[in-house]
């Protein structure tokens, strides 16, 4: 074997270090799931729709999507060992008592329906550790339907039908960290309860999935474009990472942001925090160049629906399991173990 001479690029960046057939992004703000645009195809499919296309490589049809629905409603139950666990962790984070309860399920298959039944508890996980309402009044409609109702406990369409958008947008996103992280764990081979808890640990970082709760925590009080520079300005003086602002890849926009940003011009114009967030993202771009991501507008987003801050990590989560189902099956199809080097720089002949 020949060793690469060069040591890659600090954190990978600009380094592919594998083929995928899932989805692409690009440096100009593109984001394609299995050859589809991403923001063409939130107009027009389900998440049901996207998630089958994203599993099974190609999209179903009405009696396909229909069954899928009904799959994922059915295998939502949890074993009662499980309600235990979530029961002993109530009112910690959402996302622990979640990374918790996935690596106590067990899964013995490996294939697609085997990890999508695994994908099925993330929501009832979620309202059970969120003191949710009880999961059996929930509709027995959409996905993001019987989601939004774990949630705040209404059985509203209309606001379904938004969360349904971001849930679409979170849902797949090449080898992002929390994906990279699932692959090198698939890898060894591991099964997929190990393989979701390692990239559900990775998801929490605030530099990942964690930075959309972050945002909130400024954007609510600002209150005019006076405080709005203030706060960039004293953020970015004090040399301090400005939350739901830059990307790995997207230098230049990033679509789902944009798209998200499109939603909430439409359907909730008149608030103020809306063309306050507007106008940081015009500000942090003319100051710093650094474009606003999915999690700065998707955090307002979920707010204004009317969703609680400690669930959205977890929507996040609940979405994008749906990419990682079908990473798992891409990296079992063509496995290698991932185990690359590290080029030692410490110190060399020591004596005892
Ligand atoms: N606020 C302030 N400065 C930022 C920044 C941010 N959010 N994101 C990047 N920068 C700055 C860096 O400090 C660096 O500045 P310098 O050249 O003066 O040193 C420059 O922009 C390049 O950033 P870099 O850290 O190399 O980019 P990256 O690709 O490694 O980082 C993120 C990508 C996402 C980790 C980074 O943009 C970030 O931490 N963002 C905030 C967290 C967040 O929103 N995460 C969700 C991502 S979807």
Same mark, same amino acid.
């Given at each position: 074997m020949k060793l690469m001479e060069e040591l890659a690029p600090k954190g990978l960046?600009? %380094?592919? %270090?594998d083929k995928t057939e899932i989805a692409t992004t690009d440096s100009t703000g593109n984001l394609v799931y299995r050859g589809y645009r991403v923001v063409e195809i939130a107009d027009r499919l389900s998440f049901e729709e996207i998630a089958y296309l994203l599993v099974y490589s190609r999209l179903p049809n009405r009696e396909e999507t229909d069954e899928f629905r009904k799959f994922l409603i059915e295998n939502s139950k949890l074993p009662g060992y499980v309600v235990k666990i979530i029961s002993a962790m109530k009112g910690m984070n959402i996302m622990d008592i979640l990374r918790t309860s996935v690596s106590a399920l067990t899964v013995s298959g490996r294939d697609e329906k085997s990890l999508l039944s695994l994908a099925a508890k993330f929501p009832a996980i979620v309202n059970l550790a969120g003191d949710g309402p009880d999961p059996d009044k929930a509709p027995t409609g959409s996905f993001s339907e019987r989601f939004y109702y774990f949630m705040t406990g209404r059985d509203d369409q209309k606001n379904a039908g938004l969360l349904e958008k971001i849930l679409i947008m979170y849902m797949e996103h090449e080898f992002n960290a929390s994906t990279f992280a699932l692959r090198v764990t698939a890898s060894t081979l591991a099964d997929p309860a190990c393989a979701f808890t390692s990239a559900l640990a990775t998801l929490k970082g605030p530099l990942h999935g964690g930075a959309n709760s972050e945002v909130l925590k400024f954007l609510l009080g600002l209150k005019s474009q006076d405080e709005v520079r203030r706060y960039v300005d004293d953020t970015l003086a004090k040399k301090e990472k400005l939350m739901g602002f830059g990307h790995r890849v997207y230098k230049d926009r990033d679509p789902r942001a944009q798209y998200i940003k499109g939603l909430l011009l439409r359907y909730f114009s008149d608030r103020e925090v809306v063309r306050n967030a507007v106008f940081m993202e015009e500000y942090v771009w003319e100051k710093k160049n650094l474009a606003a991501n999915v999690d700065f507008y998707g955090a307002l987003y979920m707010y204004l629906l009317g969703?609680?801050?400690?669930y959205y990590l977890p929507v996040f989560a609940c979405s994008r399991v749906f990419g990682w189902v079908a990473h798992y099956i891409e990296q079992q199809s063509n496995n290698k173990l991932i185990r690359p080097l590290a080029l030692y720089t410490g110190k060399k002949d020591q004596k005892i």
């Open positions: 960046q600009g %380094v592919y %270090v969703i609680d801050e400690k």
